[in-house]
């Protein structure tokens, strides 16, 4: 008999301040009873919709359930900054330029693009919640100027447009001087995140896709040609599970000592009053990345997103435990409180309403991990840091393996290498949290 159980359940420090802005979600339905299904997705994120809703078009007669640990937006999907990213974004580069097959991949998000763009339609999804913007790739120093240029000179073998912004065009988009130029990109979707998660989860139940939260997964057993999936409080005896955990694969014992454990810091601001909204100037709603990777990630948004707020994101910590600590909360507030200073001094005495850590996982050679684990399990895991544009694709190849079904995208993602093996701790925590506060120091004003 196989049994998989797991070693812990998600551990999140501090509110996902996009779900928190968004108000009330209502009274949860929760797994509270024995029940059977076709196929019992786990985790409900970006990767775990997106199976559920390719199942349902594969096999539109099918008994679907997604189990969440917590809250649908209170995860990762609803603590990342809300980009789905077209084009290359390889984040241990210098300056996002892949190493590998850059037009397939670019292809492979546009397609990602499209059936999130369908979901917002198909369920009726608020679309400021799926905002076609582009984004900016922000730039302060020589250094980020030059990535910003080199990843200019990619996108132009590419065939992508762009367009180079000077100092007086970023201060325009931004309102602070703190910028000397920046790169945009037209293809880049800026969610909000936490909405656009809510809003697939209340089309899914539409469709007739049962969706229960509070309902963490404790172990999954083979028994016979069936699968049972237990909860503190009810079972899915299923035919198919579908893991869609990103990093908490490695809490079922899935590719142990593989994957990095990575956790981002935000704050997000109280919203904004008129005369501050006046004071800071330029416009209503934006997205920028820094141009070097280990820098910070900047957004503003409107009321259409839940209020006129900024976001400010950057600091990472190592945790190959799966829980950041109060170290890394409280250095990270240091970090970010500088950075938000640095660009808009004018609100330096503004007391953030939202600080909140979100965990990623990665692979060292860039892979995803999106496999039939054994007859019956399918796994579609380990984001790279591209959670809401690669959940959306792994999600779909693992609804595709688990139906016999096959597309460009899963035949991309299905033959991809495994990840490799990492270094031991505490050589691991150790060295790579060094190795990113030496990152961190050198992008420092990014």
């Not at 999936?229 to 014992?253: C, M, P, R, Y």
């Amino acid at each position: 008999m196989t049994r998989y159980a797991a070693k812990s359940l998600p551990v999140h420090r501090g509110a996902a301040a996009w779900n928190a802005i968004l108000g009330d979600q209502g009274e949860a339905a929760e797994l509270d009873s024995d029940m059977t299904a076709d196929f019992a997705v786990i985790g409900g994120g970006f990767a775990g919709l997106a199976a559920a809703r390719r199942l349902r078009q594969l096999q539109p007669d099918a008994r679907i359930v997604v189990l969440e640990a917590g809250r649908i937006g209170e995860g990762a999907s609803g603590r990342n900054s809300g980009f789905m990213i077209d084009l290359p974004h390889e984040l241990s580069s210098k300056d996002y330029a892949g190493s590998g097959d850059d037009r397939l991949m670019t292809r492979l998000n546009r397609q990602a693009i499209a059936f999130g763009k369908a979901a917002v339609e198909d369920y009726r999804i608020d679309p400021n919640f799926f905002d076609e913007a582009g984004k900016v790739n922000g730039a302060a120093g020589d250094a980020a100027l030059a990535h910003n240029a080199t990843y200019a000179q990619h996108l132009e073998s590419m065939g992508e447009p762009f367009s180079l912004l000077d100092a007086k065009q970023m201060q325009d988009l931004t309102g602070s001087a703190h910028y000397n130029g920046g790169l945009y990109t037209p293809g880049t979707v800026m969610l909000q995140p936490a909405g656009y998660v809510r809003g697939l989860a209340a089309g899914l139940q539409r469709d007739g896709v049962q969706i229960l939260e509070n309902s963490g997964v404790k172990t999954f057993v083979k028994e016979g040609l069936s699968w049972k999936v237990e909860t503190l409080k009810g079972s899915v005896s299923t035919g198919a599970v579908i893991l869609t955990v990103n990093g908490h694969l490695e809490s079922f014992g899935v590719a142990k000592g593989r994957l990095l454990h990575l956790f981002l810091f935000a704050m997000m601001t109280p919203e904004l009053d008129a005369d501050q909204i006046a004071c800071m100037g330029g416009q209503s709603r934006w997205g920028i990345t820094p141009s070097d990777p280990m820098g910070t990630t900047m957004r503003r948004i409107d009321e259409g997103q839940g209020g006129n707020r900024i976001i400010t994101r950057t600091s990472a910590a190592l945790r190959p435990e799966m829980r950041p600590t109060d170290t890394d909360m409280k250095r990270s507030a240091l970090a970010m409180r500088r950075k938000f200073d640095q660009r808009y001094p004018q609100f330096a005495d503004m007391q953030m309403e939202y600080h909140w850590a979100g965990h990623l996982c990665l692979s060292l050679n860039g892979v995803s991990h999106t496999h039939e684990v054994e007859k019956g399990v399918y796994s579609g895991c380990v984001q790279n840091g591209l959670g809401a544009t690669r959940g959306t694709l792994t999600g779909i190849t693992a609804a595709e393996l688990a139906c016999g079904a096959r597309s460009e995208i899963s035949d991309h993602f299905r033959f991809e290498v495994s990840a490799q093996k990492l270094p031991p701790n505490p050589l691991l925590g150790f060295g790579g949290n060094l190795f990113l506060r030496w990152k961190e120091m050198r992008a420092r004003n990014e």
